[in-house]
């Protein structure tokens, strides 16, 4: 996983474009796995949804890998 904090704005702006663009057609060009957890306590419930994939070759400022 990689996380990606305000410090990082290409690459953050990169991996929102990403996302954004392949959550119109749902996925559908691209591999993803769907996960989702559900966590109950303190009298509330918390649903998260994620998509994980490989890094995009194109991702901006992949200076890391």
């Known amino acids: ?24 057609d ?10 989702e957890t559900v966590e109950k306590g303190h009298g509330r419930s918390e649903q998260r949804k994620y998509h994980v994939r490989a890094v995009p070759e194109n991702l901006p400022d992949r200076t890391w890998s």
Do not use: C, W, Y
């Open 1 to 24: 996983m990689l996380a990606v904090k305000g410090n990082q704005p290409t690459l953050h702006a990169g991996i929102v474009e990403f996302f954004l663009v392949h959550m119109d």
């Open 26 to 35: 749902d996925f559908a060009r691209v591999k993803v796995s769907p996960h």
